[in-house]
């Protein structure tokens, strides 16, 4: 099983609509995550932390389920510029605090 | 805050040459920078930490001899892409942590290579 899993999408969907994506990992001894945004040809942007009690932004909530080992993000009211490659990073226990894993990301193409 | 920049931002070469890649820490020192790769459509990945004032850690699979990092200062850590070939052919992302307490990194813009 690798170590951060998404479901690549694309996920298309029209403006105004409430999306989701999931993000499993494997190691369940990890303690943070963080979903981070990517343009095209873009570096990686933080877009939130995730925290044990969930975190909301705005229009976007995050949210971890131990049990099942996976986090979640929620994107309501979707704006055409929430068009990006949503991707889902997980620092490793034995890492430290030295690296990220990155999953190969979720694609989301909001259209008119 | 929190900036980071990388310079080239696009480089074109031919095949058997070697370049350098520039990752600053605008605001901030970093003693810790990271080096990604990531290929089109693809996850990143990570390919060293580079220390300041000590050699890089690499990934499995890297090869530091040929993938040289510098971390000369607390604000700057240059990858050398050397005899590079088609397939290095790539996205390379550098990244910075503000602090050693926090696993926030910070990316810069990246730089696409193109070995022709």
């Known amino acids: 099983r690798k170590e951060v899993e998404q479901d690549p999408g694309p996920f298309n969907v029209p403006e105004g609509a409430t999306v989701a994506f999931n993000c499993t990992y494997s190691?369940?001894?990890?303690?943070?995550f963080f979903w981070y945004r990517q343009d095209c040809r873009k570096e990686p942007k933080l877009l939130m932390s995730v925290y044990s009690s969930g975190n909301e932004d705005g229009r976007f909530t995050a949210q971890l389920n131990r049990a099942s080992q996976y986090i979640s993000l929620l994107i309501r009211d979707s704006k055409l510029s929430d068009s990006a490659t949503y991707l889902c990073?997980?620092?490793?226990?034995?890492?430290?605090?030295?690296?990220?894993?990155f999953g190969a990301g979720t694609r989301l193409a909001v259209h008119p | 805050g929190a900036v980071v920049s990388q310079h080239p931002s696009r480089v074109i070469c031919k095949s058997g040459t070697s370049v350098k890649i520039e990752c600053r820490s605008l605001?901030?020192?970093?003693?810790?920078m990271f080096w990604y790769r990531q290929f089109p459509k693809k996850s990143l990945m990570l390919m060293a930490t580079?220390?300041?004032?000590?050699?890089?850690?690499?990934e499995q699979g890297v090869e530091k001899d040929k993938f040289l990092i510098n971390h000369a200062s607390l604000t700057l850590s240059t990858l050398t892409v050397t005899s590079a070939h088609p397939e290095d052919s790539s996205f390379y992302i550098c990244?910075?942590?503000?602090?050693?307490?926090?696993?926030?990194?910070?990316f810069g813009p990246g730089t696409r290579l193109t070995v022709l």
């Open positions: 580079s220390n300041e004032g000590s050699k890089a850690t690499y």
């Open positions: 605001d901030f020192q970093a003693t810790t």
């Open positions: 990073v997980v620092p490793p226990i034995s890492g430290g605090y030295n690296k990220l894993i």
């Open positions: 190691n369940s001894a990890s303690q943070s």
């Open positions: 990244s910075a942590r503000v602090a050693l307490d926090n696993n926030e990194q910070f």
